[in-house]
């Protein structure tokens, strides 16, 4: 759980809730995108996000997701599982 | 890969390595702490000791929530999850952390409805679908965590969900790290700073370890050239003889954090009194409880629970570990009786923590991926 893991964010499927569509390593699932979404700077479509159980705690420039997804699938067993645990998430 | 090539290189790695033993007086020991579970990861994956002096040595640190949770929290849990109207969720790794009698795996074996969730707003979810049953979440984490409990509990109030609570267990990063640098076993030199938890609290918290305790210290990024880039930072702060606070991850972490993770921190959270931390025990304003605005979800109020401080066993040394004092291979079950597939201790839980990053990676020094290689 202590992972933060590199989503592309898909669609914004919700402004008043504050949720999004992201896509991590082809998993698509519902994120909150309350912590990084604000009138100063909005996250739109495109944009990469580092998502921690279900929330996008910062956003990122490509060059740094893929560097990160690179040293996430090198680690394995913990991102495979933290993949897992994602799939299963359904958050409304 | 063209991006990771920038943190991978490894003639990059070698020239940060050689800087770092340049700086190293070699008539000195140096003992810097990473507090990040995060980072013992990828120190051990990589082999970063192998790049560093012998004067240097890494110390690992106390920032892995599932390693801290002292046992009898984790039997306060079970005593909830056991109410049979409970639907009890949580993150998969606490599933098999140990508590005095069992796991929460074990009693979800046994019939009690435990089920894993990938984040809190999924709880909330199953609040939402089972109306008349008890849905309780067990929040674990620092900092990093915590925003997403407060975020979940927002919602939960605004809808007005009845039947959703939560079993706070969110702890904070500083005052473990004032306690080791109060406690005489260790005398500690820098500190690497943790990166997830930065991007939320910023550096500013860390100021007093430089202030008050005269150590510098370096927030620091995951990939391996990160954490040697912080290392050589730490050392030219000692080599020069300053202490400060430098963000060696400011690509990722804002100097001032988050302010609406902070902001709603503040308002779904307060300080408790005093928490107990495994292997460090007792620490003052070290944890959150939910505000008396967000009283009506604490499952601690909703539910007895029996509270009751449990000694880990015997012959399980990970208060010595997480204090820096054992490293992982000193402790007397080791691979032996405690092992990632039945774990004795927290430490051999999660993947951060100390003793599974080091059975799993440490001890193949042949077979592990060096800095640089494969590309």
């Given at each position: 759980?202590?992972?933060?893991?590199?989503g592309r964010i898909e669609e914004i499927l919700d402004e008043d809730l504050q949720l999004a569509k992201a896509n991590v390593?082809?998993?698509r699932r519902t994120i909150?995108?309350?912590?990084?979404?604000d009138e100063d700077e909005k996250i739109e479509v495109g944009d990469w996000v580092l998502i921690h159980v279900g929330f996008a705690m910062s956003k990122i420039d490509?060059?740094?997701?893929?560097?990160?997804?690179k040293a996430l699938e090198e680690i394995g067993e913990a991102y495979e599982q933290e993949l897992r645990e994602l799939s299963v998430s359904r958050i409304e | 890969m063209k991006y990771v090539n920038e943190f991978r290189d490894a003639k990059i790695a070698q020239a940060v390595a050689a800087q770092i033993a340049t700086l190293a007086d070699p008539q000195r020991h140096y003992k810097v702490m990473e507090i990040c579970g995060g980072h013992t990861h990828t120190i051990y994956r990589h082999g970063i000791k192998d790049l560093l002096p012998e004067s240097i040595e890494l110390v690992h640190g106390p920032g892995c929530p599932v390693c801290v949770l002292p046992m009898g929290r984790v039997d306060d849990g079970i005593a909830v999850a056991e109410h049979p109207e409970v639907i009890f969720t949580?993150?998969?790794?606490?599933?098999r952390v140990p508590g005095s009698k069992g796991s929460l795996l074990e009693i979800k074996a046994r019939g009690a409805d435990v089920r894993m969730v990938y984040s809190p707003l999924d709880a909330l979810r199953i609040a939402r679908e089972n109306p008349d049953r008890e849905v309780v979440f067990f929040a674990i984490g620092f900092e990093t965590t915590a925003p997403s409990t407060a975020l979940t509990l927002r919602r939960a109030k605004r809808e007005g969900i009845k039947n959703f609570s939560v079993f706070c267990n969110h702890v904070t990063i500083v005052p473990p790290v004032r306690a080791l640098l109060d406690s005489p076993d260790l005398r500690l030199d820098a500190f690497i700073g943790p990166g997830h938890v930065s991007t939320v609290i910023g550096c500013r918290p860390y100021e007093f370890i430089s202030a008050d305790y005269g150590k510098p210290v370096a927030v620091a990024g995951f990939e391996p050239l990160d954490l040697l880039q912080s290392i050589m930072m730490l050392m030219q702060q000692l080599a020069d003889g300053r202490c400060e606070v430098e963000n060696q991850y400011s690509r990722i972490v804002p100097w001032e954090g988050n302010l609406a993770a902070l902001k709603s921190m503040s308002e779904v959270f307060e300080l408790r009194p005093f928490f107990e931390w495994r292997g460090l025990g007792f620490i003052a304003q070290s944890a959150l409880k939910l505000s008396p605005a967000y009283a009506e979800f604490d499952s601690e109020l909703r539910f007895s629970v029996p509270g009751v401080r449990v000694a880990d066993p015997k012959a399980c040394q990970?208060?010595?570990?997480l204090k820096g004092v054992l490293k992982p291979w000193e402790c007397r079950v080791f691979g032996t009786s405690c092992t990632p597939e039945h774990p004795l201790g927290t430490l051999m839980v999660s993947s951060e923590g100390a003793c599974a990053a080091y059975f799993n990676f440490g001890r193949k020094s042949r077979e592990r991926e060096p800095v640089g290689a494969g590309e």
């Open positions: 759980m202590c992972l933060a893991i590199p390593s082809g998993v909150n995108i309350g912590l990084v979404h490509e060059a740094e997701a893929v560097t990160q997804l | 949580c993150f998969g790794d606490m599933m990970c208060g010595e570990v």
